[in-house]
């Protein structure tokens, strides 16, 4: 492991338990370097946050196979996600809390533990360490590439975001970003985070940005033509009424000037 690398600082800056609560997530994958609000309202999960709040901070997050599932056990969430620190919380009315998460590491669940309260489990940090070599850079250039070609696609994803990935230098960190700013689904994500060792999540990246960016390109060019039929529509119609306003005030004399030449147009 290499000690100059932030991306393994960060997660071992502290010593992380390996028994922790677990926090089912709706319709969110959290990825290491992220930091992201949850609004936490179900009974077992309020608990789990206390318990968490009690020990350290840590707490195991992970995605819902189903965002409806309303108390999911152990079989309906990921058993890949994320080790994360609460750093701020906030108790709203009606007994909700809003909290924020630092997302730290990759793990798993080694073993569910029995807990009538909330979910709880042992978890596995996954983890390997990075060597740079050309082949590395080349893959880390064209992904980063291929994300900057999403972003000024995608009309949904600010420009900001590319200013700031631009700013991040560490690779897993960049991978991670990537993964957390492309606009998909929890099972798309919840690949990427399940992917141990950063070759193998940028060849993932790289099929998903291909992808994307070949549906954009052609919602672009279905927005070019429908733009230009319109303005082809609007022109004509146009032509008709100058020619009728025209025709309005030099009655019907067809042999008019004005008339010829707005009907060559």
């Known amino acids: 492991m290499q000690q100059d690398n932030p991306s393994q600082q960060h997660a071992h800056s502290e010593e ?32 789990a946050v206390n318990q968490a709040l009690d020990n350290k901070k840590f707490i195991f997050l992970a995605a819902q196979k189903s965002s409806v599932t309303e108390e999911p056990g152990i079989n309906d969430i990921y058993h890949d996600g994320t080790v994360a620190k609460i750093i701020q919380i906030l108790k709203l009315p009606n007994g909700l809390m809003k909290i924020l998460v630092d997302g730290l590491v990759q793990a798993s669940i080694k073993a569910t533990l029995p807990n009538e309260h909330f979910m709880e489990a042992e978890v596995t940090i996954k983890q390997s360490s990075i060597q ?17 070609e999403y972003v000024h696609l995608n009309r949904n994803v600010p420009s900001e975001v590319l200013v700031a990935f631009e700013n991040t230098k560490d690779p897993q960190r960049k991978v991670f970003y990537i993964a957390s700013n492309v606009l998909q689904s929890v099972d798309v994500k919840q690949k990427v ?29 279905i927005d070019s033509k429908v733009h230009d039929n319109i303005a082809k529509s609007q022109r004509k119609y146009f032509i008709q009424e100058q020619i009728k306003i025209l025709q309005d005030e030099l009655g019907d004399d067809e042999a008019s000037p004005e008339l010829a030449k707005l009907r060559e147009d």
Not at 24 to 45: A, T
Not at 203 to 208: F, G, M, S
Request: hydrophobic share 45%.
């Open 132 to 148: 740079m070599d050309s082949e590395l850079d080349a893959l880390l250039r064209h992904t980063s590439s291929l994300f900057a």
């Open 193 to 221: 985070l399940e992917l141990i060792g950063i070759r193998e999540q940028l060849h993932e990246l790289i099929r998903i940005l291909n992808s994307e960016n070949d549906v954009l390109k052609i919602e672009k060019e």
């Open 16 to 47: 992380i338990p390996p028994r922790l609560p677990v926090l089912p997530l709706r319709d969110v994958v959290v990825f290491p370097y992220m930091i992201f609000p949850v609004l936490v309202g179900r009974e077992s999960s309020l608990r």
